[in-house]
């Protein structure tokens, strides 16, 4: 049995075996029941390494060992091992969660949060700044910005860009129109997936249609400044960049023109 490089490297991916769990796993799903050796030769596996291999994939419920000699395994449904790997998935992100939620309940978290305190009391606010790569990366730090917000947000972006916020970040735009918050966003054009998107979003946003608008920076408050070093047509999202700096001096300049811009704006 030959099976394409790529299928295997798919099912590493998804399903976090290594390369002789895949091997093994492939041909004894095109077999349906074999031995140790049979497998090892057909998924050109050493083997030596056969029986550990069969071991490991019993024990995360991808094969089942036959009852009876000579020792033969059984393939499981591929529909079955995507309930059990989803259930096993779950069930580790749950565990973590609460992990994470009783550090947050314990003396730990305190002593950490009074570290990060008393050094950002010695950081000048020039120091505050940061690079981050990946769209993901960009929408987690953006979030924690916005979940501070106490005033003000600006944001200048392209269209689908604007959608991409709009569906990510939902839930944090929802709890600052909620407090009062005014978002100012410009534009150049609307959509009709950013209407059906403002549907659930009334009264949240003062958007400007800015044509020809080339931008994409975010000021909250006054005081932070994000703006990505890209166009998003044009880069990949894993390779979008994006600049975080925390000074009001450059962030209420940059306000200040955005406001005169978009006032001057018809």
Known sequence: MIVQDHFLKKLRAAF???IYEVKIWTALLSRGVAAAGELSEIGDVPRSRA????ESLEKKGFIIMKL?????YLAVKPEEIL????TSIQIEAETKIKSIDMIKEEGLFKDLDLLFKQGVEHIDHTSLSGSIKGRDNI???LGSILQDA???VIIATSAEEFLRKLQTLRLRFKKLGSKGIKI???LPKITEDIKKELKELNNVFQIKIVPNLNSRFIIVDGKDVMFMTNDDKTVHE??????WVNTPFFAKSLESMFNSFCDSIK
Request: aromatic residues 10%.
């Open 16 to 18: 976090d075996l290594n």
């Open 51 to 54: 029986y550990d291999v069969l």
């Open 68 to 72: 009876g000699k000579p020792i033969k």
């Open 83 to 86: 309930k059990r790997v989803k």
């Open 139 to 141: 929408y987690l730090h």
């Open 150 to 152: 106490e005033k003000q």
């Open 184 to 186: 100012k966003v410009a």
């Open 238 to 243: 894993s390779y979008d960049t994006a600049i």
